[in-house]
């Protein structure tokens, strides 16, 4: 094509805003589904990076339940009014340690939009091979694919991991009828599994909650004074994302009292937790030791295979088996002796009791 201005896209561009008619343009079929997948793809995108870049020192812990719910509402909007979506958190590269976008990132954009504003995207796209295009999709298909459909296999339930292969089929055939169908299978799911959530159902202390080992009169008034610097807190139920979101918040709500030295969460009544959930529960652990290292978190009544899932993830995030052994625990009976043992030494440190006969 013949060289044209540089503020010929633009005005064009104006042009279609101007005379823009959304409901002689817009192909809902098309929106809807553009919409969707954008969203998703870039709300899995912020997940995976919260899982594999650390977060800066200074910043405590990143909200991506905020920043996905604000990526949905902001597409919905954009992709209503004119079938252009956001994929773009700036806010989640500049919290993070590793893309080192503290300084240099908004200088960056800044200069990428002056290229694109004197060149015009239209040039761009045409000096830029087509392959590089197709190879990009090409690649996120397949990262997609060996992430939800082989890595999953190991870290979501049976049952879930079929609904991720009926749907990635049913995709496969229609892009569109496969996304309504995976929904559909997913809240039947929901339906049936998690309808027996109820999530933290009680919560106590040490002061009232003992273990079974017998103690002398002046160990159970040791543990009558000084009980509350370890909180108890009784889950129920399947739990996924949005119910241990309920349990982790109350558990940093007991952070704010500095003289808290464990947090036991007991899982007896847990049959299963979701992936989501499980490493809500490790990013709570994982705060814990970077940010208060003086209180403990502590797991117990784990069933065989929330116990298998907690441990992989555990290795994933790289926390050592000694902090495993101390925080995984099979019945809440020997996380409260672990408990009643851990205050009985640090009141021995400060002074409060005198040294234990090992007797």
Request: hydrophobic share 50%.
């Amino acid at each position: 094509p013949d060289p044209i201005s540089w503020w010929a896209p633009f005005e064009a561009y104006a042009e279609g805003v101007v005379s823009f008619e959304p409901t002689k343009i817009i192909v809902p079929e098309l929106v809807s589904v553009y919409i969707v997948i954008m969203a998703v793809s870039w709300s899995l995108n912020t997940v995976a990076l919260k899982k594999l870049v650390k977060l800066q020192p200074s910043v405590v812990r990143y909200d991506d339940q905020y920043e996905i719910e604000s990526l949905g509402k902001w597409n919905l909007i954009l992709g209503g009014l004119g079938c252009h979506s956001m994929m773009q958190s700036f806010k989640v590269p500049m919290l993070m340690d590793e893309v080192k976008a503290s300084h240099w990132w908004p200088l960056f954009n800044l200069a990428v939009s002056i290229v694109i504003f004197f060149f015009s995207p239209r040039v761009i796209v045409q000096n830029v091979p087509r392959f590089l295009f197709a190879g990009t999709v090409i690649k996120l298909a397949l990262d997609l694919i060996i992430e939800w459909l082989i890595e999953s296999r190991h870290r979501v339930a049976q049952q879930e991991w079929y609904i991720l292969i009926a749907s990635a089929v049913a995709i496969g055939l229609n892009v569109s009828m496969g996304i309504l169908f995976g929904l559909f299978l997913t809240l039947v799911h929901f339906a049936m599994e998690y309808s027996g959530v109820t999530g933290a159902i009680r919560s106590g202390t040490l002061a009232t909650m003992h273990s079974s080992i017998e103690r002398n009169q002046q160990e159970i008034d040791l543990l009558r004074t000084f009980g509350h610097r370890v909180r108890i807190t009784w889950l129920s139920g399947y739990l996924f994302f949005g119910s241990v979101t309920g349990a982790v918040d109350e558990a940093r709500t007991y952070l704010e009292d500095e003289e808290v030295r464990l947090i036991v969460l007991d899982f007896s009544r847990v049959p299963a937790m979701d992936a989501s959930g499980v490493y809500a529960i490790l990013d709570l652990m994982e705060e814990m030791h970077q940010h208060h290292s003086s209180c403990e978190l502590v797991l117990c009544g784990l069933v065989r295979r929330l116990n298998l899932a907690l441990t992989n993830a555990a290795k994933q995030m790289e926390i050592s088996e000694e902090r495993q052994e101390k925080a995984f625990y099979h019945s809440l009976d020997k996380a409260l002796r672990f408990a009643e043992e851990t205050i009985f030494a640090q009141l021995v440190e400060e002074g409060a009791a005198a040294p234990r006969s090992t007797s």
